[in-house]
């Protein structure tokens, strides 16, 4: 039996539908100049568009500031529900056939851990650049509360990171397992390399920290491993731990990944850790509705390919470690949904 919400279908006659593909532009833009652009209209037609939305919504909507327009609170509680029901009439209308990445102009929101964050970031802005140059990615970090809405309102695509909780309403893929490595300077810390237990035990300690504890996201495998640390500094980000250990006589502990990639731009020496810890798999996440979605497909891809180029195997003294530099501007946050910095 086909169940379906009741539609007031008289209401809907009398309400352009049009215009809520004017406001999904407007609010993608900020500018009606070039919303109008986007929808390849005339200023002025964009302009009526708004006036109405004015009027049959009785707010301003938005609000110049400068050279933008600011959705005012109520655009801004339109703009998912509106932007979710183009996008299902689109697939509805034109099935698989409404994605090509190569034409596609669409802005991905990627809810995601600070290790992937780094790791993620440049390869994945490259390959869109390259591939599909309509495409945009607005890495975003959420709330544990907040993760699993998010994902089912459409405010965000995917979610990647680490994670030990059972996806319930969601689809994930396992992408790899983390494993961690100890960085120091030399000129400060006077270690031999690898680590040892008792050196690594007995040195201060920098670390990553998204909750009130300076042990922070290794706070559950040190005490499964019954380790105590002595961190004096614990930062949001990774590059910040780093820095750190750059500048201090502290051992910083961070994915190997994010070893491999920056701890030799900061003149750090890198080293296997001396102890086991054990961290839940990194996954990536999406909602159930979204499997039926070609481009949440294809963007599921590129995360995984992206991932998969810039893996490293477990770090020795053998390992050759190469070295590619980014340059990277983000926003922190607080942890994702059972998503382990």
Known sequence: MWLMTTIDHF???????????????????????????????????????????????????????????????????????????????????????AFDPATEERTFRIAMSPEIELLLIPELTMRL???????????????YDAMEPSLEDGSIDIAVGCTYSKASRRSFET?????MACCFNPALLELSNPVGLAAYLS?????????????????????????????????PGYMSVLSAAQVAPVIATVPSRIAARYAALLGLETSPLPVNLTFPPVKMVWANH?????????LRKQIRDSLTFTEVGSLDEDVSIQISGYSIVSNGGDAAEGLVS
């Open 175 to 179: 992408l790899y397992e983390p494993e």
């Open 129 to 143: 650049r390259r591939d599909a140059p309509g495409l945009k990615v607005l890495a975003r970090v959420f709330p």
């Open 11 to 97: 209401n809907l006659r009398s309400f352009d539908l049009n215009l809520l593909v004017a406001f999904d532009a407007l609010m993608a833009e900020g500018n009606v100049t070039k919303a109008a652009r986007r929808l390849k209209i005339q200023q002025p037609a964009m302009s009526h568009s708004l006036s109405t939305l004015r009027v049959l919504l009785q707010d301003d909507l938005f609000i110049r500031v400068g050279q933008v327009m600011q959705p005012t609170a109520r655009a801004r509680s339109l703009a998912i529900p509106v932007r979710r029901a183009l996008r299902q009439a689109q697939m509805a209308l034109t099935g698989s056939q």
């Open 290 to 298: 979204a499997d039926s979605d070609p481009a949440n497909g294809w």
């Open 203 to 235: 040195a201060e300690h920098a670390t990553i920290s998204q909750n009130e504890t300076l042990q922070g996201c290794i706070k559950d495998a040190l005490e499964m491993a019954d380790v105590e640390l002595n961190v004096i500094a614990a930062a």
